[in-house]
Every structure is written in structure tokens, then in C-alpha cells.
């Protein structure tokens, strides 16, 4: 079974500029630990220029993913029940506008599923070990199609199935590189 790493088509020049608010603790959110929020649906500001060219794509990542309606529903269409979801709205900085609605997703599923004989390490300087390119032991995954990397816990990792079927339907901005094309030089 192949395996890729599901993202926003990076760098995306035309995504607002957003800045998480204080309330999304980026390590917890990556995690998987499940946020308080005081108030729903999560205010994000964007500061956006009059003249600036904004595109608002099936998944924004200012660090934790945003997904839109529309790919929340076909990842709960394709089975995926791993991701917790938080209303967001991103609203202009200075008017309050609101932009555009996402959902914040909180994968909770983190799996140690690293096929060490196939992945590659290295060495750095001060003699870290990091994994410069990595395989995915399918028996390890405990039958999830969607989950966040043990080993890199800032990718999601979606099965090939999934893959399939969400390159199936019209997203916009939405990135599945292979995990074998994964590559980390020291």
C-alpha cells in the first residue's frame, strides 16, 4: 500500500496571512489533544492589502490545518472519523469581515508506524539522528486512512485508497506527495 502526505500545495503565494490565535497551541493541536475554546466559532483575523490577490483553497496550514466545508465533508463521506473539527471564520483585521468559514482539524490519530528497514537516517553535527526518507509499515497502521506521522507529527498521512478517492474530486490547492519522495537533507 502506498502512502502519502496530505497538505496544502505549498508555498501557496496566494493564502492570507494568518496568525493563529493564542487559544490554538500549535504542539497540543499537532498532537492531537483536544483544545478548550472559550467561544465558537474561532475568530481568525487576516491581514489582507486592498489590491492583494487572495485564493482560499480546500486546505489553508498556518501550522495546524484548516480544511474547508467542503473537503470536511468528503473526508467524513470517505469514513474518516479520526479529526476533530472546530468552526473557524477568517475575518479581515481591520473591518471584521468575515472571509471565508474553515474547520480546524485536530487529527487525533498519531501512529508509530515508521518501516525502519526501508527508511533512511543520518547523522547531524551534534550527532542527532534524523530521518532523511521514510516508508510506512501498512501493518502498523492499525487500519486508519488518515493519521499524523509519530515520527514527524506535522504530516498527515492519508492511505492510497483515500488518496484515490479525494483526487477523484475538485479540490483546489491540495497537495498528496508520496512519502517516498519525502527527503530531508542534514
Known amino acids: 500500500m502506498e502512502y502519502y502526505i496530505f497538505d496544502e500545495v505549498s508555498p501557496n503565494r496566494y493564502a492570507p496571512f494568518l496568525e493563529l490565535p493564542d487559544e490554538i497551541d500549535l504542539i497540543e493541536s499537532i498532537m492531537g489533544k483536544k483544545p478548550i475554546f472559550d467561544e465558537l466559532p474561532i ?4 491581514d489582507i492589502e486592498e ?3 487572495i485564493v482560499y483553497t480546500d486546505i489553508i496550514n498556518p501550522g495546524v490545518p484548516l480544511f474547508s466545508n467542503k473537503m470536511k465533508e468528503a473526508l467524513d463521506e470517505c469514513g474518516v472519523t479520526n ?3 472546530y ?6 483585521y481591520e473591518t471584521k469581515e468575515v472571509l471565508a468559514e474553515y474547520w480546524l482539524a485536530i487529527v487525533t490519530g498519531i ?3 515508521m518501516d525502519r528497514e526501508n527508511s533512511q537516517f543520518k547523522q547531524t553535527a551534534d550527532q542527532q539522528t534524523v530521518i532523511t526518507q521514510f516508508s510506512i509499515d ?7 486512512n488518515l493519521f499524523r506521522f509519530h515520527n514527524i507529527p506535522g504530516l498527515i498521512i492519508i492511505n492510497e485508497e483515500l488518496k484515490e478517492k479525494l483526487s477523484a474530486m475538485d479540490f483546489e490547492g491540495i497537495s498528496f506527495k508520496n512519502t517516498k519522495e519525502y527527503n530531508r537533507t542534514v
Open 43 to 46: 475568530e481568525i483575523p487576516a
Open 51 to 53: 489590491d492583494e490577490v
Open 83 to 85: 479529526i476533530d473539527y
Open 87 to 92: 468552526p473557524v471564520v477568517i475575518t479581515d
Open 111 to 113: 501512529i508509530a508506524c
Open 138 to 144: 501498512h501493518g502498523k497502521t492499525g487500519g486508519l
